[in-house]
């Protein structure tokens, strides 16, 4: 396996993340890459562990989704791609519709006992600003993002199976939740939780927690002294970064315990790489 420059010189990627992600993606497929599997093979703890596989989703070298079995149970399972920005790019283009130009009728024969009427000259059309396709939104760089996302919703749940025209319906509200910063993972646990036993329109209940689910824009980082972990002289400080006893994975909270996805369900640990 290479590792890209775009993964060894990422920027907004801690030498952490860049170390993990390089390691995860000299695995073989199938490998187990849970925090508990990656806390036993590294001196790392857990919960930098689970920092950094965070900032590997939040990048898009990680997607972490919830499968059900046939039996019922639901196991996490993760995948890594070696670029995100080739795996975006292959989403784009398998979202493209070719359009083939509709057959042309020939025109009318005059009727013999008429004599034919002369064709009015075309009137010349006025210049545009814009030469934009009518009736579709411009696409914006998180529309192949949002494409691939709700396309591989089945792989949660295969209720959640949708057609072609309802992916690109949806796709322009779903750029709004990645424009304000929400992650792959977010996005999943929002339009997943708590589904109805009988979903007669998939559709429609993903379009209604689009809408209505919006987060809000994330707030610019502060440019004052960051204050030593446990203090923060403004009484602003978030819970600190627990790992779930129930699928590992990193969440906030006062106490160590079971992340809210796990308290409302069964959940089985687990991962599994695919190059």
């Given at each position: 396996m290479i590792i890209g420059n775009h993964l060894a010189q990422h920027r907004e990627l801690?030498?952490?993340?860049?170390?993990?992600?390089?390691?995860?993606?000299?695995?073989?497929?199938?490998?187990?890459?849970?925090?508990?599997?990656?806390?036993?093979?590294?001196?790392?703890?857990?919960?930098?562990?689970?920092?950094?596989?965070?900032?590997?989703?939040?990048?898009?070298?990680?997607?972490?989704?919830r499968e059900r079995r046939g039996s019922g149970q639901v196991i996490t399972r993760t995948y890594a791609y070696n670029d995100p920005a080739v795996e975006r790019a292959r989403a784009g283009v398998a979202d493209e519709l070719v359009a083939l130009p509709s057959p042309v009728a020939p025109p009318p024969s005059p009727v013999p006992d008429e004599p034919p009427v002369p064709a009015e000259p075309p009137v010349p059309a006025e210049p545009s600003a814009a030469s934009e396709p009518q009736g579709e939104p411009p696409r914006t760089p998180h529309h192949g993002t949002a494409v691939a996302l709700l396309g591989g919703l089945r792989r949660i749940d295969d209720r959640l199976t949708l057609a072609e025209r309802d992916i690109r319906r949806l796709a322009p509200d779903l750029v709004p939740w990645l424009e304000n910063g929400a992650g792959p993972a977010a996005i999943h646990r929002t339009l997943t939780a708590r589904l109805p036993d009988v979903l007669e329109s998939p559709a429609g209940l993903?379009?209604?927690?689009?809408?209505?689910?919006?987060?809000?824009?994330?707030?610019?980082?502060?440019?004052?002294?960051?204050?030593?972990?446990?203090?923060?002289?403004?009484?602003?400080?978030?819970?600190?970064?627990?790992?779930?006893?129930?699928?590992?994975?990193?969440?906030?909270?006062?106490?160590?315990?079971?992340?809210?996805d796990c308290r409302s369900g069964p959940t089985e640990a687990g991962g599994a790489v695919a190059a």
């Open positions: 801690s030498l952490t993340a860049v170390g993990l992600g390089t390691y995860i993606l000299s695995l073989p497929e199938g490998a187990s890459v849970d925090i508990r599997t990656l806390a036993a093979r590294f001196p790392e703890g857990r919960g930098r562990i689970a920092f950094a596989l965070r900032e590997l989703e939040a990048q898009g070298y990680l997607e972490r989704v993903l379009a209604h927690r689009l809408r209505d689910l919006l987060p809000p824009p994330l707030p610019p980082l502060s440019e004052g002294p960051v204050a030593p972990y446990g203090r923060d002289p403004g009484g602003g400080r978030p819970d600190p970064f627990q790992t779930c006893d129930g699928c590992d994975r990193a969440f906030r909270a006062r106490e160590p315990g079971r992340c809210r």
